[in-house]
C-alpha cells in the first residue's frame, strides 16, 4: 500500500532509485510486523486447539497457555498442564475440535480411497500418492493429478523369477463428490495385459458409491469385464465398507460377487505416520460347502504431500 501512496504523493521527476528502495523496505517490514503481530494474537489465543509433535515422536493437543522463544505451556486435554522447549516442537498447527476423540486427536485417514485393493468413491487429492505391496508379489503406485482424477500403475515382477511373463495394468479413476463427507461417487478402469504373452488388454471397467465420510462409509459397485475392448454380460457386484475403531485402527470389509460364486475379504488396518499394515482374510464364496481361508498381508507407504 505504501508504494502506491508514494507514486500519488511524489512526483514522478523527483522518484529515484533510493526512494524506491526505502518505500520498499518499509512496506516490508510493516507486512513483517502485522503477520508477526497476528501470528502472537491467534498463539495467545487461549480458545483455539493446537496440536504439536515433537521430534521425539509424541503428540499432544490442548490449548498454549503462554509462549516465549524458548518455552511453550500447553493445557493438554489427558496429561493436565506441560511445558515443552521451543527447540523440540517439529510441528505445531491448529488442531480441528471435530477430530478430537476422547482427548486424542484423530489425523484424517491416510488410505481413504480403498479398501484392500478395491476402491471407493472418494479420491486422492492433487499431490497425494502411496505405494501399495501385497505379499511382495502385487506391487502398486498411485497418484492424484487433481482433486478429482487419479491414476495408479502396477506389476506383478514374475519376470524376477526365471523371466516368466510378466502382468503390468494402469488404473485410472474419477471421483465425484456429490455432498461432502456424506455421497461420494466414482468411475474408473483397471487395464492390463503380460508382457512376454500374446493376450491383448484386458481389465474391468467399474462405478462406485460410497456412503459416509473417509472413516465410515460403505460403498456399493458395478463392474464389467472387457477383453480386447469386448465387454462381459454379466457384471461383477462389489460391496465394501470401512469403519474407523481408534486413532489407528480401522475395520474393513471387501467382497465381489458374480453368477457363479464370490469371494470375501475381512479384517483391519493399522496407520501409522510413514506406513499402513492391512490384515485379514480371503474367503472364496463357491457355494461347495466348504470353508476355506486365505491370508491377506499388504502394507502402504504414502507419497507426495
Avoid at 32 to 56: E, F, G, K, N
Amino acid at each position: 500500500m505504501s508504494i502506491f501512496i508514494l507514486f500519488i504523493f511524489v512526483d514522478k521527476n523527483h522518484i529515484t532509485m533510493k526512494t524506491i528502495y526505502i518505500v520498499l523496505l518499509a512496506h516490508f517490514v510493516s507486512l513483517l510486523c502485522c503477520t508477526t503481530a497476528y501470528t502472537q494474537d491467534v498463539m495467545q489465543d487461549t480458545s483455539r486447539l493446537w496440536r504439536i509433535q515433537t521430534i521425539d515422536g509424541n503428540e499432544y493437543v490442548g490449548k498454549i497457555i503462554s509462549k516465549d522463544g524458548e518455552e511453550l505451556v500447553l493445557q493438554d486435554n489427558n496429561i493436565g498442564t506441560i511445558t515443552l522447549n521451543m527447540q523440540r516442537i517439529r510441528l505445531m498447527r491448529e488442531a480441528d475440535p471435530k477430530r478430537v476423540v476422547r482427548g486424542h486427536y484423530w489425523s484424517e485417514n491416510p488410505q481413504s480411497t480403498r479398501y484392500f485393493f478395491a476402491p471407493n468413491g472418494y479420491g486422492l487429492r492433487k499431490g497425494e500418492g502411496y505405494y501399495q505391496n501385497v505379499w511382495i508379489f502385487l506391487n502398486q503406485a498411485s497418484v492424484g493429478l487433481t482433486d478429482q482424477i487419479s491414476i495408479g500403475v502396477g506389476m506383478v515382477p514374475a519376470f524376477l523369477f526365471f523371466g516368466a511373463p510378466t502382468p503390468v495394468w494402469i488404473t485410472p479413476k474419477i471421483s465425484f463428490p456429490i455432498k461432502k463427507d456424506v455421497f461420494n461417487l466414482g468411475v474408473g478402469a483397471l487395464a492390463g495385459t503380460v508382457i512376454g504373452e500374446d493376450t491383448g488388454v484386458f481389465g474391468i471397467g467399474y462405478g462406485v458409491a460410497t456412503l459416509g465420510n473417509r472413516d465410515k462409509n460403505l460403498t456399493f459397485g458395478l463392474g464389467y469385464g472387457f477383453v480386447d475392448g469386448e465387454f462381459s454380460s454379466q457384471g461383477l457386484v462389489t460391496v465394501g465398507g470401512m469403519l474407523r475403531t481408534g486413532k489407528k485402527g480401522y475395520l474393513m470389509l471387501e467382497s465381489y460377487f458374480a453368477a457363479d460364486g464370490g469371494v470375501l475379504l475381512l479384517g483391519g488396518r493399522t496407520v501409522w505416520s510413514r506406513i499402513s499394515l492391512d490384515y485379514g482374510g480371503i474367503v472364496p464364496l463357491l457355494g461347495y460347502g466348504q470353508f476355506v481361508i486365505g491370508p491377506w498381508l499388504g502394507i502402504a507407504i504414502p507419497l507426495g504431500k
